[in-house]
């Protein structure tokens, strides 16, 4: 029997031919998540006696060698293989994965956006320089939620957290090492995107949905339909070439040549299958990874914009007064310098003598601009797509980025931080029929799942830790809004009195390894964070050490429109602060002690 690939490809090893009933493909690997029903020491440091130990137990369906300690581990199933020394083997077929039923009577269509470093900044939001005209006629026609946050700033882990329905704490994914699929339980989790496929959805993505690898293989097969294979295009983050080594430039390529514009038209396409090639209601993921760096995109896009040196820079291009160090990012995406026009600039500090040269911070903030435009037209693709093929009255479209940016502001040049513009997100659902305008009560990422499910038509799916906010699209005068929103952010500095040893934002350091766990909790009118010792051991912040770091802004004024009026000053060393930071601390503690 071949070995099914239910993760990423993994290695294969040998084909063990001893016998008719071990002639299978092995594996290196492990299944973690597997019980062994027997653990059997060996003389022999291959494969084949464990083989045909399974082979004779008809309990066991596969293997696992480990050929160090000559030990052999029988298991009752199968599951998403992880990386180790080890070998793996499936010995018996899995039966196969039952029909699902058909979709509840009156269920919606689903067409789910999802952009990579987009922060909520258009037209629409007040942002009149912004070219945004089709993120503007999804504001118009949905419900625009204008305190949204994600919950860690950074790709793979948001993702991992709305696309589970679960905070980083229950995925324990903080880093680009581990998913959801490897918590505890996490193998019994539904996905947002199997969610619908298990209730006789056709669920198809294209693009960045999960962060590459995390799940393995984009979760496939288990969250996506297999009518089409999942579609992600090659070359998503093209370097300049008109302009060498430049991390922002114009590019004269055809529109269609990349590879965004290649991921919206499968989509296209999957949407022109679904309505003429299957009665099923769909729910297809569509991720755009512009405008994530390089922002490297079409001509046309660049030219909507005033010249570069006409472009606004950030009004303080300096870290907040009093933040403590270890809040800050001393890298972008694991790059200690800023390429632009063939020249490197080392990546600001908290100090302001370290910004960037005005021509630079123009230039890179023209081309975060023109990217979002780029997007936006793509996005505009989709929504025209729905209206040609007549099923635009009965689809959502949901809107959504994975976390913010910082274009300078506080001279952080990123997201791997805790900061407002860093955690903010746009956050909008069109659901036809239903109320629109837009929505200041604060609301969270991992809000999406249960929500786009109550909307389609769905039940309230199991398990999750986010927040129906369908009511809203009903009745906003009697919705309870949240008192909090919460995100965290981990650090991995070697010293943490020294944090800008830390270059790496922790994406390829182990979990166990982390130093210290920002935890911020966003209420209406503040945000207060802090920086404990991490637990490597229980993999959680130890709230009884001495914290390292302390933060509160207040946002009593905020309009939420001018992204330059943000925390500015951390006021957690004001002595008439002391009964605001008791308040948020304690619901930090809280929220963060919960398994």
């Known amino acids: 029997l071949a070995m099914l690939e239910f993760g990423a490809f993994v290695p294969v090893v040998a084909i063990l031919q001893a016998s008719a009933q071990c002639n299978v493909t092995i594996q290196s690997g492990c299944l973690p998540h597997q019980p062994a029903i027997k653990t059997i020491h060996l003389s022999a440091k291959n494969g084949t006696e464990c083989c045909t130990l399974c082979a004779a137990d008809p309990a066991c369906v596969s293997f696992t060698m480990n050929v160090k300690a000559s030990v052999c581990y029988l298991h009752p199933g199968w599951d998403v293989l992880a990386p180790c020394g080890n070998f793996c083997g499936l010995v018996r077929p899995l039966p196969p994965t039952p029909v699902p039923p058909p979709a509840p009577p009156g269920a919606k269509n689903v067409l789910m956006i999802i952009v990579d470093d987009l922060r909520p900044e258009f037209n629409s939001y007040g942002e009149t320089f912004m070219h945004t005209p089709n993120i503007d006629r999804l504001v118009k026609s949905g419900m625009a939620f204008n305190r949204a946050y994600c919950q860690q700033a950074i790709c793979g882990p948001t993702r991992n957290s709305f696309l589970s329905g679960r905070r980083p704490q ?4 903080w880093n680009f090492i581990n998913s959801f699929r490897e918590a505890p339980g996490g193998m019994d989790w539904i996905s947002f995107p199997e969610w619908f496929k298990t209730h006789g959805y056709l669920a198809l993505g294209t693009g960045k949905t999960f962060h590459p690898g995390l799940p393995q293989n984009w979760d496939e097969p288990r969250s ?10 090659d070359n998503a983050y093209p370097k300049c070439k008109d302009w060498p080594n430049s991390l922002a430039c114009p590019n004269s390529d055809p529109i269609e040549s990349f590879s965004d514009y290649l991921d919206m038209q499968k989509t296209a396409d999957e949407i022109d299958y679904a309505v003429k090639n299957t009665t099923k ?6 991720g755009a990874h512009r405008p994530h760096l390089p922002w490297n995109c079409p001509t046309q896009f660049w030219d909507m914009y005033a010249p570069t040196e006409s472009v606004a820079l950030p009004k303080y291009e300096v870290a907040p007064d009093g933040m403590p160090p270890i809040a800050f990012t001393y890298e972008l995406d694991g790059m200690t310098q800023l390429s632009c026009f063939d020249e490197k600039y080392p990546i600001p500090y908290p100090n302001a003598s370290t910004a960037l040269p005005p021509n630079i911070t123009r230039s890179f903030r023209r081309g975060y601009y023109a990217c979002v435009s780029f997007t936006d037209f793509l996005i505009g693709k989709l929504l025209d797509k729905i209206e040609e093929v007549g099923v635009s009255q009965n689809t959502i479209v949901a809107l959504i980025g994975d976390h913010g940016w910082q274009l300078g502001e506080h001279n952080i040049w990123g997201k791997h931080t805790n900061f407002e513009l860093g955690t903010r997100v746009p956050l909008v659902i069109s659901a036809p029929g239903l109320k629109t305008g837009v929505v200041n009560d604060l609301v969270e990422s991992v809000d999406l799942y249960p929500t786009i499910s109550i909307l389609a038509g769905l039940a309230m799916p199991p398990d999750v830790d986010g927040t129906d906010l369908s009511p809203y699209f009903h009745d906003l005068a009697s919705t309870t809004p949240k008192v909090a929103a919460f995100s965290e952010y981990p650090r991995c500095p070697s010293n943490v009195s020294e944090p800008w040893g830390d270059t790496t934002s922790c994406v390829h350091t182990d979990r166990t390894n982390f130093t210290v766990m920002g935890y911020s909790v966003r209420t209406s009118n503040y945000r207060y964070t802090v920086w404990v010792p991490w637990d490597g051991a229980r993999l959680v912040g130890d709230f009884s050490k001495p914290f390292v770091g302390q933060e509160l802004y207040n946002h009593t004024t905020d309009t939420e429109a ?12 004001n002595p008439d602060a002391k009964g605001v930071i008791s308040e948020l601390h304690a619901i930090a503690v809280n929220q963060w002690s919960k398994n």
């Open 170 to 173: 229950r995925t324990q994914s």
């Open 281 to 286: 209601p769909f729910f297809l993921a569509f």
């Open 562 to 573: 001018n992204f330059d009026a943000f925390e500015n000053v951390n006021i957690a060393d």
């Open 224 to 233: 996506w339909s297999q009518d089409m294979p999942y579609y992600y295009s």
